[in-house]
């Protein structure tokens, strides 16, 4: 009885000892809330656990250690997934549109304002 | 009739945009290495550990690279395809083995037959992400100066290869089944 008492406890203390989480530093953890898991689109590399999102965890890290910084990171992940990998796309070329869309349509918005309320004064 | 048609164009306008949208796959992220040369990699071959296969291999030739594992269950799917077009096709393909044991994946080869002319072995996905691998399986067509001419993802199927792959191997090739 006492040896299978200590074969469960061992058991629990092994398997606790396995899932002991990896310790990231911060850069490391705000990085991974930035960046989309592309397997489960709308979990970040922080939330998931998907094999895909364990290697960019593994990748990123060891970048990290090399000191390159926050930039260089997003660089190399959108060189190789496209801008959809991170959650807030950086402002280029391509992204203009994203970006600037909802102000031009508000300055459109505005011209059109400013014109129906100059024909209702001249009406 | 100014001053109805604007909104009117811009709500068209807005219903086309969101009709199209419903067609829109998210799962599908176009990658940006089209057009971009194959990633610089160097793995050993799955079936000769001490075979080194890099991304000059099988340059001067066009071929596909076929992204597969043996948990993948679209490449299950896939495989009997691949064997089909392997000996039909003209363009070699080479496999990349991704976060696979090589047991298995030596065993799924000998039970499902090999269309590949050769499988990198990239049992950690580190040289599968300098692809932008996210979901297996994924196949490229590789023009013969090296560069990606497109990325397939999902499982190949006659619609896809006949649709997608034929037309632009005619146009690297000049001719299909293709001759290098």
């Not at chain 1, 807030?88 to 994203?98: C, H, M, Q, S």
Request: charged content about 15%.
């Amino acid at each position: 009885m006492q040896k299978l008492i200590i074969s469960i406890f061992f058991i629990f203390f092994i398997q606790t000892a396995s899932t002991q989480p990896i310790a990231y530093s911060e850069q490391e953890r705000v990085l991974f809330e930035q960046i989309r898991c592309l397997v489960c689109q709308n979990q970040s590399l922080a939330d998931s656990q998907a094999p895909l999102a364990v290697d960019l965890k593994r990748e990123i890290s060891l970048l990290v250690n090399d000191g390159y910084d926050d930039n260089q990171i997003f660089q190399y992940l959108t060189d190789r997934y496209g801008d959809f990998v991170l959650y807030k796309p950086r402002f280029t070329a391509v992204t203009f549109l994203l970006w600037s869309g909802p102000f031009i349509m508000l300055l459109i918005a505005f011209f059109v304002f400013i014109r129906i309320l100059r024909q209702s004064a001249k009406g | 009739m100014i001053k109805y048609s604007i909104p009117l164009i811009t709500l068209t306008l807005v219903l086309f945009i969101m009709y199209r949208g419903l067609d829109l796959d998210p799962t599908v992220v176009p990658s940006p290495l089209i057009d971009k040369p194959v990633p610089v990699f160097s793995l050993p071959s799955l079936l000769d550990s001490d075979t080194v296969i890099t991304n000059n291999s099988f340059i001067d030739q066009v071929h596909l690279i076929n992204v597969w594992a043996t948990w993948c269950v679209g490449c299950r799917i896939e495989h009997d395809f691949l064997n089909t077009i392997t000996s039909a096709s003209g363009i070699p393909i080479l496999g990349l083995n991704w976060r696979d044991s090589q047991s298995e994946a030596l065993l799924w080869l000998d039970n499902l037959g090999n269309p590949y002319i050769d499988t990198a072995f990239d049992p950690d996905g580190k040289v599968s992400i300098d692809f932008g691998v996210y979901g297996a399986p994924e196949t490229y067509l590789i023009r013969s100066d090296g560069t990606i001419a497109y990325k397939h993802i999902a499982p190949l199927t006659v619609d896809v290869w006949e649709g997608e792959f034929i037309p632009r191997i005619t146009d690297l090739c000049g001719s299909y089944p293709c001759r290098n």
